[in-house]
């Protein structure tokens, strides 16, 4: 679902950095009305210098455009926001993370983000080639072209890579460590078939059923199963997970630390290839199996780790370096509300009573 305001819509900036997915590249296929970076260019002068920064640092009005139209082929749901100052100004400060962070990538660092562009190059083709008049209507729709669209690609990789550098292994063994002394299980992985008895409509979260009424029919699915009733006609028969009923209520091979505390302690716990009682959960009864548990080792989780200490690295820069690397910026800027002017009015009180305010919302 779209959120309807670009500030909560945004994703994190590693997510940013990273955004040349297939799953980002999925709102490509429809043209906005507010895709005018054609008109938009015959207006402005593309060579105008609009912002600069430490350093001799600078970005054009054409180097903008792009970059904001190479957004807006990614994440469609922004194109409303095009002209907002507020969206422009958030732009403007991600270009500039991207320019420098990139620019302080070294050899090993820039050889990897090389091998990383091709590949997400290569995926965004194939994706696009399947859309409504192919890659080349898509970059043409978006007024950027392929080469825009490859530097983008590139410079974000590098970004990404050049900060991921500076964590070192020893930091992301420690944190690997911590995460596991916190939780046992936080890498555990897991193949689990279950079949849900609800108690309320997914969609509107009305009941459906009383707890003592699932929980009877809970019962009646695991005496099925116990008495060697097949765990996949069953849960196309009797499940309300509408994420895993048609696959016969199977989960393969799931981080269990994404399942809701229940689920996923009987995840943990429960003896492999045993039927269990019913699991109470938010959702309501679970018939569970699980087929195979395991934990992942340090070195399938420290890339992933990496990265996400990499961007507590990048939200570092964002928000003490940057403030201090920008020089001059002539985008529009959100206008500010003026101070409120007082009211002239009677002789206040010499001692006026504090109005209570209202406990802080939790």
């Keep these: 679902m779209l959120l309807n305001n670009w500030k909560t819509a945004k994703k994190g900036l590693i997510a ?5 997915t297939i799953v980002a590249a999925a709102g490509c296929g429809k043209k906005t009305e507010t895709e005018t970076g054609a008109a938009d260019a015959g207006k402005k002068d593309a060579g ?3 912002v600069t920064y430490k350093d001799g640092g600078k970005i054009t009005r054409g180097e903008f455009d792009t970059f904001l139209n190479t957004n807006l082929l990614f994440y469609k749901e922004y194109a409303q926001y095009k002209e907002d100052p507020a969206f422009q100004q958030d732009m403007m400060k ?3 993370t991207f320019k420098v962070l990139s620019s302080r990538a070294d050899d090993k660092a820039k050889a990897a983000a090389d091998t990383k562009t091709k590949q997400q190059m290569d995926q965004i083709k194939t994706f696009m080639g399947m859309q409504e008049g192919g890659m080349e209507k898509q970059l043409k729709d978006g007024n950027i072209t392929e080469k825009d669209l490859e530097q983008f690609v590139s410079r974000s990789m590098q970004a990404i890579e050049a900060m991921e550098s500076k964590v070192p292994d020893d930091q992301v063994k420690t944190e690997y460590d911590k995460r596991v002394a916190a939780d046992k299980n936080v890498y555990d992985v897991a193949t689990v078939s279950h079949i849900l008895i609800g108690t309320s409509d997914p969609n ?3 009941e459906t059923r009383s707890k ?19 765990f996949v006609a069953l849960a196309k028969e009797y499940s309300e997970d509408p994420g895993s009923k048609d696959n016969g209520g199977k989960y393969e091979n799931v981080d269990i630390s994404q399942w809701v505390p229940e689920f996923k302690k009987a995840a943990a716990e429960l003896p492999l290839n045993t039927i269990s009682d019913p699991v109470e959960t938010a959702y309501g009864y679970h018939v569970m199996k699980v087929e195979s548990r395991k934990t992942k080792t340090f070195d399938e989780v420290k890339g992933d780790l990496r990265s996400e200490l990499a961007e507590t690295h990048i939200y ?4 003490k370096e940057l403030p201090t690397l920008i020089e001059t910026n002539k985008l529009p800027k959100p206008e500010e509300k003026p ?3 007082p009211e002239p009015s009677a002789t206040p009180s010499a001692s006026p009573t504090p109005t209570p305010s209202a406990p802080a919302s939790k």
């Design 316 to 319: 570092d820069f964002v928000e």
């Design 204 to 206: 509107t979260g009305k």
């Design 339 to 341: 101070p409120a002017t």
């Design 212 to 230: 003592e009424d699932a929980l009877k029919r809970a019962k009646e699915v695991q005496d099925k199963l116990k008495n060697g009733g097949d």
């Design 94 to 96: 991600q270009l500039v």
């Design 48 to 50: 105008e210098v609009v």
């Design 16 to 20: 940013l950095l990273a955004v040349v």
